[in-house]
């Protein structure tokens, strides 16, 4: 994809301003699927609420980010990918009416857009210690903002957000705190994949743990920014989907040096392995590094 954007135009980006926010609670949608209704339905606050589903089971919440939509494939291909591997609930989230703004407009829309998925997932009664949400780029802070509304109003404390290549520009600022953007504290536990550190992603690790695969940038088999700028970014929802239902692949701990958008991981392969993705421990806890192909399929087994 070609936005236009340059790093030093990502880095150079002002704090979020949310009072560009302009989302309203109609910019977001919900579909449902389960093994009932493997096409899907669409549901909202009301609707979901008077479903017979078993809410007992795990429920997988899908949120997109910048400039993506519901019928992006990476949602059909965790949904196949889940029902192969596990019985679950899954909840695809399409804001996109709010997300293919400008960039500082989708970013300050995390924030509304949040809160209407906290209330939706009031409304869905689906017990909070069985949500677990999958994110994107800014999919991952809308995450954060749902988790923190669920937390404040006293509902329930999310079990766990995966934040894949969590949204940098206007929000990986020094100028910008936890309470405006994901943190570890939204979720019982909060994973992080780091792909493109530095341009469209964060650079400092801002989960329980935080994955830096072939170093957190410049992805093998990803074109450089000047042909594709989202190339990297994005490569982090394939990296997480071949984890569903396979837990070969491995991680190394490792120590980063952060001074502002540049970085220094210091990998130690001695050290003990972790399982990277679905089945990572949810009591795991640092800084990990893996090494990946530059094609399908991009992980490689220890």
């Given at each position: 994809?070609?936005?236009?954007y340059t790093?030093?135009v990502?880095?150079?980006a ?5 009072s ?10 919900f579909?449902l699927y ?7 339905i669409?549901?909202t606050e ?10 007992n089971?795990p429920?997988?919440?899908?949120i997109?980010g910048w400039?993506?939509y519901?019928?992006?494939p990476?949602y059909?291909?965790?949904i196949?990918k ?5 019985r ?23 924030k509304?857009i949040?809160g ?11 017990p909070t210690?069985n ?11 809308a995450?954060?903002f ?11 404390r999310?079990q766990?957000?995966t ?5 940098a ?5 020094k ?8 943190a ?16 469209f ?7 329980h ?8 940038k410049?992805?093998?088999g990803?074109?450089?920014?000047k042909i ?9 929802i394939?990296?997480?989907?071949e ?24 990998v ?22 893996f090494q990946?192909?530059g094609?399908?399929?991009f992980?490689?087994?220890?």
């Amino acid at each position: 994809m070609k936005t236009g954007y340059t790093k030093e135009v990502m880095q150079a980006a002002p704090p979020i301003n949310f009072s560009l926010a302009n989302a309203s609670k109609k910019d977001v949608t919900f579909k449902l699927y389960t093994t009932s209704t493997p096409q899907g339905i669409s549901v909202t606050e009301k609707s979901i609420r008077m479903l017979d589903i078993d809410r007992n089971l795990p429920a997988k919440l899908l949120i997109h980010g910048w400039s993506h939509y519901s019928t992006n494939p990476w949602y059909e291909n965790y949904i196949k990918k889940y029902f192969e591997n596990q019985r679950c609930n899954i909840i695809c989230v399409d804001w996109s009416p709010a997300s293919t703004k400008t960039f500082l407009v989708s970013s300050a829309n995390t924030k509304p857009i949040g809160g209407y998925i906290a209330e939706f997932l009031i409304s869905s009664q689906i017990p909070t210690e069985n949500i677990h949400i999958i994110s994107h780029s800014l999919g991952a802070h809308a995450a954060g903002f749902a988790g923190k509304i669920l937390i404040k109003q006293k509902k329930g404390r999310l079990q766990r957000i995966t934040a894949l290549d969590p949204a940098a520009p206007t929000i990986d600022n020094k100028y910008v705190s936890e309470a405006f953007r994901l943190a570890s504290t939204d979720a019982n536990f909060v994973d992080v994949y780091h792909t493109d550190a530095g341009f469209f992603g964060f650079t400092k690790p801002i989960g329980h743990i935080d994955f830096y695969p072939n170093f957190g940038k410049n992805q093998p088999g990803c074109p450089n920014h000047k042909i594709d700028e989202s190339a990297n970014h994005v490569r982090a929802i394939k990296y997480f989907q071949e984890t569903i239902g396979n837990n070969d692949f491995k991680a190394y701990p490792a120590n980063i040096t952060v001074n502002g958008y540049d970085y220094e991981l210091d990998v130690n392969f001695q050290g003990n392995q972790i399982v990277i993705g679905e089945h990572t421990p949810q009591s795991s806890k640092g800084i990990f590094y893996f090494q990946t192909n530059g094609s399908e399929p991009f992980l490689i087994k220890n």
